[in-house]
Each structure stands twice: as structure tokens, then as C-alpha cells.
């Protein structure tokens, strides 16, 4: 069965903190993305990246960075985290044709204290 | 820019049939997805449209209209499980890779 795996399903972060988010996907899939969801506002495409090494930010890529070094793997990190980055994050991979769906991960609920 | 909009929530009874809409602004338009999302769960994939016109799978269905900046998905036989928000989704193109991009959602309460 084809699969996202997020490293936490729950987290909790000091304000300040330094936070990496993982996802590995084992579909060989070229395209990785993160979101994040809060309530009124959908999914919001923070960053997305199409191959090994190659990222693209996204609406909104303000206090997060992104590290593709692997194909599977897809880090999102939040180099100071802040209380407004409090959120649910969702992973996300496709492969490369125009009708490939989304697969996602089960998200990880992020809380910023 | 893009932007996608689609109602906050909508109601409806068990065994009739609801038609969710979604209006979008897009540059480089390569189809336009619907996604369900259950509360407390990841969005699962139900459709896909690039071209004009109706796509049929079993109770749903999704139409769409490029010129005019339009979707729309249909639930028929409404059943209590179908309760859950529905997610319009467009990708572009961006330079080097796709771009897709959620609506806010649409929350469908379905009631007996």
C-alpha cells in the first residue's frame, strides 16, 4: 500500500525553538509539498519541491525552510518557530503527470506554546 | 495570482442529492481536483477534471468549466458518511514543477 509517513503525529515547541518537520514517501514520487491547515483558511501551500535538491516556495514560505536531500525524504523547518505557526501540517507527494492526485500524510498537529 | 472560492459550509438530507461549487483564478491551468477530508484525517482523492464537461464515478460526479473559471461536484444519494468537507483543489505550473492550490473548503453536513 502506497504511503506518506509523518515523524509525529502530535508536537509541542517552545516559542524559539528550532523544528524539523519529516515526511517520507515510497511511491518514488518526484513531487513533495507541505501545507499547513487551520480552521477558515484550507491548506496553504507553504513549499514544494519537484526533484532532489530543487524547492519552489509556495503562498507562504515566510519562517520556513525545506530540505530535500533524498528523493523519499521532504524536511520543513521552522528556524525560530513562533505561536502563530501553530498549526496542522499535511505532507503531500504526486508523481509527475498533470492528473497525478495528491497522496497525503496523516499530518502532524504542531502546537507553539 | 490564484484564488479559489467555494461555500464554508453547506447542509443537506440523507438520500437526496447536493452540488457543491468552486470558482477559481488561475495562470497555467492543468486540471482541477476534489478532494473529501474527513474530521481529523488526511484529504482523500475523489476526482479529477482538465477538460470541459461532466466526469461520472458512481455517486459523485464533477463538472467543469475552463472559460468560465468553474466547477462543480455532485453528490447523489447522500449518505450520513458523506459528512465531511470537500476541497477544491487547481494546479498550475510553476517553473520546474506543479503547483496545487486549495480552496478553503467546503464543510457538508448531511442529516437524517
Known amino acids: 500500500d502506497v504511503k506518506v509517513t509523518q515523524s509525529s503525529r502530535y508536537l509541542v515547541k517552545r516559542t524559539g525553538e528550532k523544528v524539523f518537520l519529516e515526511c517520507v514517501q515510497d511511491?518514488?514520487?518526484?513531487?513533495m509539498f507541505w501545507y499547513r491547515q487551520d480552521p477558515g483558511l484550507g491548506l496553504r501551500l507553504i513549499y514544494f519541491?519537484?526533484?532532489?535538491?530543487?524547492?519552489e516556495k509556495g503562498d507562504i514560505p515566510e519562517g520556513y525552510s525545506v530540505s530535500r536531500e533524498k528523493k523519499e525524504r521532504f524536511s520543513l523547518i521552522l528556524e525560530s518557530a513562533s505561536t502563530n505557526q501553530t498549526s496542522m501540517y499535511l505532507c503531500?507527494?504526486?508523481?509527475?503527470?498533470?492528473?497525478?492526485?495528491?497522496?497525503f500524510g496523516s499530518g502532524t498537529q504542531l502546537s507553539v506554546l | 495570482g490564484q484564488n479559489i472560492d467555494q461555500p464554508t459550509e453547506m447542509t443537506a438530507t440523507e438520500g437526496a442529492i447536493v452540488q457543491i461549487n468552486c470558482t477559481y483564478q488561475?495562470?497555467?491551468?492543468?486540471?482541477l481536483f476534489w478532494y473529501q477530508q474527513h474530521a481529523g484525517e488526511a484529504p482523500t482523492f475523489l476526482s479529477y477534471?482538465?477538460?470541459?464537461g461532466l466526469e461520472e464515478k458512481g455517486r459523485f460526479s464533477s463538472f467543469l468549466s475552463r472559460s468560465k473559471g468553474y466547477s462543480y461536484l455532485l453528490l447523489k444519494e447522500l449518505q450520513m458518511k458523506d459528512s465531511a468537507s470537500y476541497l477544491c483543489?487547481?494546479?498550475?505550473?510553476?517553473?520546474?514543477?506543479?503547483?496545487?492550490?486549495f480552496g478553503a473548503g467546503t464543510r457538508l453536513f448531511v442529516k437524517a
Open positions: 483543489a487547481v494546479r498550475g505550473r510553476n517553473t520546474g514543477g506543479f503547483k496545487t492550490i
Open positions: 519541491s519537484y526533484d532532489v535538491k530543487m524547492k
Open positions: 511511491m518514488d514520487h518526484e513531487n
Open positions: 488561475t495562470s497555467g491551468f492543468n486540471g
Open positions: 503531500a507527494s504526486s508523481g509527475t503527470a498533470t492528473n497525478e492526485k495528491l497522496f
Open positions: 477534471n482538465v477538460l470541459d
